[in-house]
């Protein structure tokens, strides 16, 4: 994969542009490890699951078209929806997310920021 953003994301059915400078992360599910030390002074490791997100998501929104209000209502759904992304060298991701956290809308850029959480793995690997 070649570094760079994100082309475009797919929600639900519904494409959008990215920003150019998108700086998306995407953090692969799997396992977090702690380590919690015992009274003797050995230690521990304590997994809990973790689910794959991409945070970071600048889409390109058009007001005009209810982009906004999209948005918003796929996370009142509550439920997983379909997603794809596309970067930039064409490299695929997708799966079934949610949106989480607050849907940021800027005004001066024209662009939503959101994060998405659920199972999302890269195409063709």
Known sequence: MIAGPFESHTLNGRRFACDADDDAKWKLGGKNNEVKPNGDGTSRVIQQRKIDSIEGISLVIDLDNGDDEFLQDLKN?????????????????????????????????????????????????
Not at 79 to 85: A, I, L, R
Not at 100 to 123: H, P, R, W
């Open 77 to 125: 759904s509550g439920k997983m929806f379909d997603y794809s992304g596309t970067a930039n060298d064409g490299t695929v991701f997708a799966g079934s997310v949610q949106i989480v956290d607050d849907v940021e809308i800027s005004f001066k850029e024209g662009t939503a920021s959101i994060s998405l959480n659920g199972k999302i793995e890269k195409q063709g690997a």
